[in-house]
């Protein structure tokens, strides 16, 4: 069984049976075993620990574990993962101190259970930062073009994602604005481009459309372009995602 929670800024995953390969992603990534300790692979070396924080575009494999792992998954762009980000230290990895994941997984099991709708996931997901020692920071994106371009990917609509349609907006050529998003971001705009198409993707499979029509109203060629995606970026394909999965959105997502 596998329980995901759709919000604005990430996805969190629940799951006793995350089993992904080899792939890189543009999120920030943090894992904690419910119960132990897990394997993972992070850019070639093995290690075993009880819970850590993955820094966008490291190479990483996480094993399965046989017992429930937490997975939150994290818009680069956004304040929560800048948090992250300063724990890090422009580390590729940071492993989480064993005393402080006894704590974690203390919490977790008393309250895990409560979470049922947004409100009791805000209220979980905060008491869960604070254990953490995560404070919201403020991002580093500068640049007014930049935030605002953001926004206009989060507000839109359409099936279609023209980088030169939002560069007119903004005053900018295609390759200035690709230029600025690196810059403030440390990011690539191609790549926030298709984790933004999948994370819609995902959106779409969980509010009942199939996994055809998802693809094309997230702005996919066709379902295996979505299901190529998926597996290159999650290590698991939409269907793998959706097998035997509870989805719970937990903020809007237009």
Known sequence: MMNLYGAEHHLMVVSDSIDAEEHRHSFVQVTFSLTGEFDIEVEGLSLRCPGMIINSNVVHRLKEAGHPLMLLLIDSTSELAASFK????????????????????????????????????????????????????????????????????????????????????????????????????????????????????????????SITDAAMAAGFDSPSHLAATSKQLLGMTAKDIRKDSVFLKVSSLH
Request: proline letters at 3%; hydrophobic letters at 35%.
């Open 86 to 209: 300063r724990v890090l230290e422009g580390q590729r990895y940071y492993v989480f101190p064993p005393g402080m994941m006894k704590s974690i997984r203390k919490f977790v099991q008393q309250e895990y259970a409560g979470v049922q709708d947004p409100d009791s996931y805000r209220s979980f997901l905060g008491q869960l930062m604070r254990l953490l020692g995560v404070q919201q920071v403020n991002t580093a994106i500068v640049d007014p073009r930049i935030r605002e371009f953001i926004r206009l990917i989060k507000d839109c609509t359409d099936s279609e994602h023209s980088v030169s349609q939002y560069a007119r907006q903004l005053g900018l050529s295609n390759s200035r604005l690709s230029h600025l998003f690196k810059e403030n971001t440390g990011i690539s705009l191609s790549g926030y481009m298709v984790l933004h198409k999948l994370q819609k993707a995902t959106y779409f499979i969980f509010a009942g459309h």
